[in-house]
T-cell receptor, first 114, second 111 residues
Framework: SAVISQKPSRDICQRGTSLTIQCQVDSQVTMMFWYRQQPGQSLTLIATANQGSEATYESGFVIDKFPISRPNLTFSTLTVSNMSPEDSSIYLC???????????FGQGTRLTVV | RKEVEQDPGPFNVPEGATVAFNCTYSNSASQSFFWYRQDCRKEPKLLMSVYSSGNEDGRFTAQLNRASQYISLLIRDSKLSDSATYLCVVTLSGGYNKLIFGAGTRLAVHP
C-alpha cells in the first residue's frame, strides 16, 4: 500500500491568484497522477507526473494553467494558476502500487475560488 | 458518449436489502476493472477488482461481461455503513494505469 499526504486540505482563494498543492508519498513511485473532481462529477485525469521529465497532460488541460513539478520519486506539486471560479473543485493526487493494481489517493484539496 | 457510464442514483434502500449497480464502458480495449467506494468528502478507495470469472468478497459480488462491456456490483444484506458513492473504474492499455472513472452511483441505506 501507499500512504499519501496531500495539502492543503482546503482553501478559499481570490480569482487571479495561484495555489500550489503538494503530495508526499511514503514510498518511491514511478508515476503520480493528478485528478480533478468537480461537484457531482467523476474524477478527471489532469496529468501524469514522471520524475525527471515533463508531465503528460490530458486533453483539455495545459501546462500553463496546471504546472506540475516532480522533483523526486516521493513528491509532486500541482499549481492551479490564474484561478477563476470555474476552477473550484476537489483536486486529488494518486499513485499506483504496481501496474494495473490498486490506486491510492491523497485526501484531496477542496478549492473554492471567489 | 461517456467512456464509463453509471446510473447516478441515488439508490435509497432499507437495511438488509440487496442492491445492484450497473456500469457500461465504451472502449473495448479496456484492460482492468474495479469498483471504488467514495465516502462523502473523502478520497476514493478500492472496494474490489472485477474479473471475467466474477468474484465475491463477503456481501459484495462483482461481475464483468466483456462481450457486452458491462460491469456489475451486487451488495447483499445492506448495512448503514454501505452508504457511499460507488465508482466504476476501468483502465486502458498503454503501459500505465490510466484510470477512467464513472460519475458514481450514490447509495443511501436507511434503518
Amino acid at each position: 500500500s501507499a500512504v499519501i499526504s496531500q495539502k492543503p486540505s482546503r482553501d478559499i482563494c481570490q480569482r487571479g491568484t495561484s495555489l500550489t498543492i503538494q503530495c508526499q508519498v511514503d514510498s518511491q513511485v514511478t508515476m503520480m497522477f493528478w485528478y480533478r473532481q468537480q461537484p457531482g462529477q467523476s474524477l478527471t485525469l489532469i496529468a501524469t507526473a514522471n520524475q525527471g521529465s515533463e508531465a503528460t497532460y490530458e486533453s483539455g488541460f495545459v501546462i500553463d494553467k496546471f504546472p506540475i513539478s516532480r522533483p523526486n520519486l516521493t513528491f509532486s506539486t500541482l499549481t492551479v494558476s490564474n484561478m477563476s471560479p470555474e476552477d473550484s473543485s476537489i483536486y486529488l493526487c494518486s499513485v499506483e502500487a504496481n501496474l494495473n493494481t490498486e490506486a491510492f489517493f491523497g485526501q484531496g484539496t477542496r478549492l473554492t475560488v471567489v | 458518449r461517456k467512456e464509463v457510464e453509471q446510473d447516478p442514483g441515488p439508490f435509497n434502500v432499507p437495511e438488509g436489502a440487496t442492491v445492484a449497480f450497473n456500469c457500461t464502458y465504451s472502449n473495448s480495449a479496456s484492460q482492468s476493472f474495479f469498483w471504488y467506494r467514495q465516502d462523502c468528502r473523502k478520497e476514493p478507495k478500492l472496494l474490489m477488482s472485477v474479473y471475467s470469472s466474477g468474484n465475491e468478497d463477503g456481501r459484495f459480488t462483482a461481475q464483468l461481461n466483456r462481450a457486452s462491456q458491462y460491469i456489475s456490483l451486487l451488495i447483499r444484506d445492506s448495512k448503514l455503513s454501505d452508504s457511499a458513492t460507488y465508482l466504476c473504474v476501468v483502465t486502458l492499455s498503454g503501459g500505465y494505469n490510466k484510470l477512467i472513472f464513472g460519475a458514481g452511483t450514490r447509495l443511501a441505506v436507511h434503518p
